[in-house]
């Protein structure tokens, strides 16, 4: 059982890398990481022909994104619970930190269109944090499987 466990979680952090991996590429490929080309994603721009996005637009976007992103903080969360580091202080400050920032990228769009135009840089800022999180945990996990 201990091997098998092992196993599956490997397989898990492989495929999740995959989809940090990817995330990061679409998020390059359509929107940027710069301030300009962020606020040009969702409120458009006339020159390059790129329409301004609607709330109802994001709204299809984002919520099959709030249970995919609920979930797999969830699921990775769990098997962080079951390593040493559950016995830290740091766990509370973890799963707030990663939830906060998951919500604040999923929903700083919404801000960015109706004029509070700051909210580019929390929508970056707020990636680079989930992202940075969620790797940690995943070296968190490999090296509690490695190490045992």
Known sequence: MQQAYRYS??????FSLLLL?????????RIGFSYGS???????????FIM???P???????LPH?????LFIMVVLHFVMFTKTNKKRI??????ATFISGFIELFSPFFILYGFEFFAYLKLLSLFVFESLLLYMFWILYSSIINK
């Open 91 to 96: 766990m509370p400050y973890l799963i707030s």
């Open 66 to 70: 709030i249970f995919g992103f609920g």
């Open 38 to 48: 962020v606020l040009e994603y969702y409120l458009g721009n006339e020159e390059s």
């Open 9 to 14: 979680i490997l397989y898990f952090l492989a």
């Open 21 to 29: 991996a990817s995330s990061i590429l679409l998020f390059n490929e």
């Open 52 to 54: 301004a996005k609607r």
């Open 56 to 62: 109802s637009g994001l709204l299809k976007i984002i």
